[in-house]
């Protein structure tokens, strides 16, 4: 079953590459927070005796990037009005290409090569690492303030997931921290966005350039 959840947590990642609509790709960001929340979960109610540092994680999961993100990003769409990518610094085509290789290098070289002493079972490393690297792309291949900060959350996502993986889950301190920052910057970020658009009139990076002196 934790195969399955870590399975359906790639493909979703690599649909993200698929996508020019910025609403279909906060949904299936949502997707990709509500499969790691299912893992946290079954992590922590799938050994007889329950691990509340996982139950715990879990909710928090579900409530920060399920609920209160999504809605955050959603309201964002609403605001500036721009609901499509309309120009791509990759093409779909290319991006999915991209995605695929990336996954690829993951699953025959940096998991059984480079990180052949780390013992993990199933594909959970290896989708984590997967996952991060493909949020990555998607950060850096998208033109639009909305589009980089799903990337970042959808980066933070695998590193979770990395960290599931490898240790079982952090300290819950640190892991509340994690949760904290990633709220407070998806608001600020959103706050900025918002004025972005408000001075240039468009959420694309790429009219950062006129501030140059």
Same mark, same amino acid.
């Given at each position: @079953?934790?195969?399955?959840?870590?399975?359906?947590?790639? =493909?979703?990642?690599?649909? @993200?590459?698929?996508?020019?609509?910025?609403?279909?790709?906060?949904?299936?960001?949502?997707?990709?927070?509500?499969?790691?929340?299912? @893992?946290?979960?079954?992590?922590?109610?799938?050994?007889?005796?329950?691990?509340? !540092?996982?139950?715990?994680?879990?909710?928090?999961?579900?409530?920060?990037?399920?609920?209160?993100?999504?809605? *955050?990003?959603?309201?964002?769409? !609403?605001? /500036?009005?721009? !609901?499509?990518? *309309?120009? #791509?610094?990759?093409?779909? /085509?290319?991006?999915? #290409?991209?995605? =695929?290789?990336?996954?690829?290098?993951?699953?025959?070289?940096?998991?059984?090569?480079?990180?052949?002493?780390?013992?993990?079972?199933? !594909? #959970?490393?290896?989708?984590?690492?997967?996952?991060? #690297?493909?949020?990555?792309?998607?950060?850096?291949?998208?033109?639009?303030?909305?589009?980089?900060?799903?990337?970042?959350?959808?980066?933070?996502?695998?590193?979770?997931?990395?960290?599931?993986?490898?240790?079982g889950g952090m300290p819950l301190?640190?892991?509340?921290?994690?949760?904290?920052?990633?709220? /407070?910057?998806?608001?600020? @970020?959103?706050?900025?966005?918002?004025?972005?658009?408000?001075?240039?009139?468009? =959420?694309?990076?790429?009219?950062?350039?006129?501030?140059?002196?």
């Amino acid at each position: @079953m934790l195969d399955f959840f870590a399975i359906l947590f790639l =493909i979703v990642s690599l649909l @993200m590459l698929a996508g020019r609509s910025i609403t279909n790709n906060i949904t299936l960001l949502c997707a990709q927070a509500l499969a790691l929340c299912v @893992m946290a979960f079954y992590l922590g109610l799938a050994t007889g005796e329950i691990n509340w !540092h996982m139950v715990i994680v879990g909710g928090l999961t579900f409530v920060v990037k399920v609920i209160i993100l999504p809605g *955050v990003l959603y309201k964002l769409v !609403h605001k /500036v009005k721009v !609901h499509r990518e *309309v120009v #791509l610094s990759v093409g779909v /085509v290319s991006s999915l #290409l991209i995605g =695929i290789l990336l996954i690829g290098l993951t699953y025959g070289y940096i998991v059984p090569v480079l990180l052949k002493d780390i013992q993990v079972g199933g !594909h #959970l490393l290896s989708v984590a690492l997967s996952s991060i #690297l493909l949020g990555c792309f998607f950060m850096i291949s998208r033109p639009l303030v909305i589009s980089q900060l799903i990337g970042v959350v959808a980066m933070e996502n695998g590193l979770f997931l990395c960290a599931l993986a490898i240790t079982g889950g952090m300290p819950l301190i640190i892991e509340l921290g994690i949760f904290f920052d990633i709220l /407070v910057g998806a608001l600020v @970020m959103a706050i900025i966005t918002y004025q972005i658009n408000g001075t240039f009139a468009s =959420i694309d990076t790429k009219l950062l350039n006129k501030l140059k002196g």
